[in-house]
């Protein structure tokens, strides 16, 4: 029998306040603000974000809502497509669960803000009920969606979009209801679009989505309350080996997700699997200065799990680079970062990156960890010499960034102005943007984070 998924998060979304997020709830939120303004800054100039603009542009004008921090306006779905294309541009953005909640959540907020001017308490209480909505369905698979070939991102974004969406808006729980579920059908995404434009869609089309879903519900589209957990429902039809649970009711507003998940923030605008083996390169070579020259092969241990996210052995392009641990280990010891610099062509093109790129051997184990399933309980990195030496990098058991390793404020604020240097924006409006995202609940709405000012 369906537990009505849909139904319960219908109702959380229509009856929880800002004064019920639990303080860490709190953090959570304005740190997924905070950095997904950051990589949209970053993301705004990329080809992808240019062509999903081009594409609103052509779909008809409309001066409803402001899209890329006031670089243009448009209808509210096309204004969450492209900032949350944007988001995604670059993969420099936070992760959670496998998934990236403030690529999806934000863009999807400060749009329908436009709608219902929202300000920035609300604006917490609509990424925390769309966080826990999503963190409720990926958490209820016990196995890797990724290697049946979906993008989770594409497929549970839309719907936390739409709860989100439908909390901001300030829709009733029948009506959030059905803009939950009618978002199940817009649920899609494929890792075989890997490394090409279409994976920072995948955000894109969620937000858009979302935005979708709860404008058609407040006008009285109707969708099927048991769809999220019904035998031929979302979570039925998505799952590897039918694993999944459709049976525990769900605990929205008792158990908070993002107080235990919280937010994974990347320090390398590359796949959340590449950041722990960069962090035990970089770790190794600081200790131990390597010439790449001498370097006849690199040896990464990571988890098939973590393998799989990262096919590209040799990338031909920065979309491609972002997606391939053998780019990321050679590039942390070829150029000592792995920043947005190195994701370039003429930085890809080095030759001597090239050649350790064609010397790395990604080892592959089926070895898990309890407390962060698709990973093993480390990753580390062997670098073999041409005199026999072979140095084994430390064992990194959670980046720098991840919610059990925290970057701290001063080295968020660094990520942050280096996103809005490479998006060429004004150090100073830089600045009042960051500090304003980590006030989030005193902000007005949605135009305190315009960059037209």
């Given amino acids: ?86 988001c995604h541009a670059i993969d420099y953005d936070d992760f959670a669960f496998s998934n990236h909640p403030s690529a999806v959540l934000v863009p999807t907020i400060l749009a329908a803000s436009s709608l219902s001017d929202a300000d920035g308490k609300r604006m917490m209480t609509a990424y925390a009920v769309g966080y826990e909505v999503w963190a409720e ?54 890792m075989g679009n890997f490394g090409s434009m279409t994976k920072a869609y995948h955000a894109g089309k969620a937000a858009e989505s979302g935005i979708r879903a709860a404008r058609l519900a407040a006008n009285g589209f109707t969708a099927r309350g048991e769809v999220l957990d019904a035998e031929t429902g979302l979570l039925a039809a998505l799952t590897p080996k039918g694993n999944c649970d459709l049976k525990t009711e769900a605990r929205f507003g008792e158990l908070w997700r993002a107080e235990r998940y919280g937010l994974n923030v990347k320090l390398h605008p590359t796949v959340g699997a590449s950041q722990r083996c960069i962090e035990a390169v970089l770790r190794l070579i600081a200790d131990r200065p390597v010439d790449s020259a001498d370097v006849v092969a690199i040896r990464p241990r990571v988890s098939t799990k973590f393998a799989a996210v990262m096919p590209f052995a040799d990338p031909k392009d920065p979309s491609e680079a972002k997606f391939s641990l053998p780019f990321a280990c050679s590039a942390a010891l070829r150029f000592g970062s792995v920043g947005l610099a190195e994701l370039t062509p003429s930085a890809l093109a080095d030759t001597e990156l090239r050649r350790l790129m064609r010397a790395t051997e990604v080892i592959a184990v089926e070895e898990f960890d309890p407390g962060y399933p698709n990973a093993t309980p480390y990753d580390v990195v062997h670098v073999e010499l041409r005199d026999g030496t072979i140095l084994e990098s430390p064992h990194v058991k959670r980046a720098t960034g991840h919610a059990d390793a925290p970057m701290g404020p001063e080295r968020l604020r660094e990520k942050f102005m280096d996103c809005a240097r490479w998006g060429e924006v004004d150090e100073d409006l830089a600045i009042r943007l960051f500090d304003r995202a980590q006030a989030l609940e005193r902000a007005d709405g949605a135009g305190a984070f315009m960059i037209t000012e």
Avoid at 30 to 59: C, K, M, N
Avoid at 143 to 165: C, E, I, N, Q, R
């Fill in 137 to 190: 369905l990926m958490l209820r698979e016990k196995d890797h969606l990724h290697s049946k070939g979906w993008h989770p991102t594409a497929v549970f974004g839309p719907v936390a979009a739409a709860a989100a969406a439908a909390s901001v808006m300030g829709l009733d729980a029948e009506r959030s209801v059905h803009a939950i579920a009618l978002a199940a059908s817009h649920a899609g995404g494929l």
């Fill in 1 to 86: 029998m369906s537990v009505r998924l849909a139904e319960a998060a219908g109702r959380f979304a229509a009856s929880v306040a800002f004064d019920q997020l639990p303080p860490k709830t709190r953090d959570t939120v304005r740190l997924g603000f905070t950095d997904a303004l950051a990589v949209l800054l970053a993301g705004r100039h990329e080809e992808v974000t240019r062509q999903i603009v081009a594409y609103a542009g052509s779909q008809g004008r409309s001066d409803e809502t402001a899209f890329l921090l006031g670089a243009g306006r448009g209808p509210a779905e096309m204004a969450a497509l492209i900032d949350a294309t944007a």
